[in-house]
């Protein structure tokens, strides 16, 4: 998301702050956003709700980081040692591997037991040999209405075809008549 729509969205959540989230104060978020970006005139509510739900959260990552910051000693000791940071073309590159590393699941070790136990009854459970299951022929069931409406749609590319019929009839003896004078 837009870092710029979060942070007018969460100047107008501070400037009404404590007040319920109406549609009209929605339509103000909107209006903001727009005159700022000229972008998102038309935006859905429920676009807003997500901008909002977005600067919520970044209102609030805010100030925990300023209640580390003023916290100081009080904070936990970190237990990695504090090195100079890498320059500024080498930072970018490791920045993508390491957000990656904090959203990757854990994979906890599988004791070879259970394994072993886990592959044993996949291998009884899998069938020796594949055969084929000749499926059952639907029945087709034809609604009145349906067929009438494909006999009107019939009757009708009968009707337009008659009078193409009649037309290319008039045009031929047209062009026999231009032929002959």
């Known amino acids: 998301m837009d870092e710029k729509i979060i942070k007018i969205v969460s100047a107008k959540l501070r400037k009404c702050e404590g007040q319920p989230m109406t549609p ?7 209006a903001a956003v727009y005159s700022a970006t000229k972008t998102n005139k038309f935006a859905s509510f429920s676009n807003i709700k997500k901008w909002v739900k977005a600067a919520r959260s970044a209102m609030k990552k805010d100030e925990s980081a300023s ?10 000791p ?12 080498h930072r970018y590159e490791e920045e993508p591997v390491r957000h990656v590393a904090r959203e990757m699941p854990v994979v906890h070790d599988v004791p070879k037991r259970l394994e072993a136990s886990l592959n044993m009854v996949k291998e009884e459970s899998m069938p020796v040999q594949l055969s084929e299951v000749a499926m059952a022929k639907p029945t087709v069931v034809f609604d009145k209405v ?13 009707q337009t075809m008659e009078r193409v019929s009649r ?3 008039k045009l031929e003896k047209a062009i026999v008549s231009e032929k002959e004078d």
């Open 78 to 89: 970190s237990a990695k040692p504090v090195s100079k940071p890498a320059p500024r073309e």
């Open 24 to 30: 009209e104060r929605l339509a103000e978020i909107r």
């Open 167 to 169: 037309q290319l009839d």
């Open 146 to 158: 349906y067929l009438q409406g494909i006999k009107f749609e019939i009757a009708g590319i009968r």
């Open 67 to 76: 209640k580390k910051k003023k916290g100081g000693a009080s904070a936990k």
